[in-house]
């Protein structure tokens, strides 16, 4: 329908041109015009049709929030009872400004439940939008090697605008560590391995932020501590 009307304005200027008294080069640059409109014209119609021929993206999966999730422990970092009945499991960035809001939130939950809960901290560096996530997250796990990881974590939360190496270096030796022994440790395959492995299960748990968190492998969707609390008052009540 449009190339058909384009054509019709086209053939009435023709028209109009002769009735006033044209000369012929003016009909020749009319009907060149006019070709070269067509042309653009189909092609611009073969790329709407092409466009309406593709099939629509997907949309993206939606996140069952009763879905109970395989979340290990492994070696992650922990606190709380070993053989508490509830877990809490965090996948987070030290350089998420939101992240840093969770430890309150979490020990207000352990406070509150000395003997049944633990919480699970595993590394999810957003390395695509943080700098320095990666890094924090090895040196909080080769803080680890010498038994202070919660301390460098306090640490990394704190100053989360001041992540690079020399500050890292700085807040090993602030909490007491042996820094060339953490310096080495920076770089440990291991460490690397257990961040590779713990970024893996994430996302194999649909996490794709930070903060993330799980209570007994359902996800968190109210992030306060009444809501948390509520996860774990119907967690326990499963178990008794």
């Not at 790329?47 to 999966?61: E, F, L, M, T, V």
């Not at 969770?102 to 439940?113: C, G, I, K, R, S």
């Not at 020399?166 to 257990?194: H, M, N, R």
């Amino acid at each position: 329908m449009r190339r058909t009307s384009l054509g019709m304005v086209s053939v009435s200027a023709l028209v109009i041109l002769a009735a006033c008294g044209g000369n012929p080069e003016d009909f020749r640059e009319i009907r060149d015009g006019q070709r070269q409109i067509m042309a653009k014209l189909a092609d611009l119609e073969k790329k709407i049709d092409q466009g309406a021929a593709r099939p629509a993206a997907a949309a993206a999966p939606q996140i069952d929030p009763n879905k109970v999730y395989n979340l290990p422990a492994g070696n992650s970092p922990s606190k709380g009872p070993a053989n508490a009945r509830v877990a809490i499991v965090e996948f987070a960035d030290f350089q998420c400004p939101f992240c840093a809001r969770v430890p309150e939130l979490v020990d207000a939950v352990l406070t509150a439940y000395p003997s049944d809960v633990k919480f699970i901290y595993k590394q999810f560096p957003l390395v695509t939008i943080h700098q320095n996530a990666m890094n924090a997250s090895r040196a909080a796990l080769a803080a680890n090697k010498q038994g202070k990881y919660w301390p460098m974590y306090e640490k990394l939360f704190a100053n989360q605008r001041a992540l690079d190496l020399e500050s890292l270096k700085k807040y090993a030796q602030d909490i007491g560590l042996d820094v060339a022994q953490f310096e080495k440790d920076l770089t440990a395959p291991d460490v690397q391995k257990q961040i590779d492995e713990e970024v893996n299960l994430g996302k194999a748990s649909q996490v794709t932020g930070t903060p993330t968190l799980f209570i007994d492998g359902k996800r968190v969707t109210d992030r306060s501590v009444d809501g948390m609390k509520k996860m774990v008052d119907e967690a326990l009540k499963q178990k008794s």
